[in-house]
Nanobody, 115 residues
Framework: QVQLVESGGGLVQPGGSLRLSCAAPGIIFSIDAMSWHRQAPGKQRELVASIDNRGRTNYADSVKGRFTISRDSARDTVYLQMNSLNPEDTAVYYC?????????WGRGTQVTVSS
């Protein structure tokens, strides 16, 4: 079983940056597809960015050009670099691992963008 632990969230001013980390011991990057999702109050959880087992990335239109997903196989960690943050990015951010039809979720990390 894969256990995911997100970190790196916090309070940031509009225009600022944050880097989220998802520690995933036991992850197999050649098999697993990793993704970041977010859920704002009163809204459904939505996909933010994904990276498949071949390293191909995909982004929600709302974050294209601002967010970057990456992975580090030496550290078993997936990152989400978030730049030019705005208040609409405020949400709890979750990491997900999809492995051959099974999915695992972390508990999330809060990101708040406010002046």
């Amino acid at each position: 079983q894969v256990q995911l632990v997100e970190s790196g969230g916090g309070l940031v001013q509009p225009g600022g940056s944050l880097r989220l980390s998802c520690a995933a011991p036991g992850i197999i990057f050649s098999i697993d597809a990793m993704s970041w999702h977010r859920q704002a109050p009163g809204k459904q959880r939505e996909l933010v960015a994904s990276i498949d087992n071949r390293g191909r990335t995909n982004y929600a239109d709302s974050v294209k050009g601002r967010f970057t997903i990456s992975r580090d196989s030496a550290r078993d960690t997936v990152y989400l670099q978030m730049n030019s943050l705005n208040p609409e990015d405020t949400a709890v951010y979750y990491c997900r691992d999809l492995r051959v039809g099974l999915e695992y979720w972390g508990r999330g990390t809060q990101v708040t963008v406010s002046s």
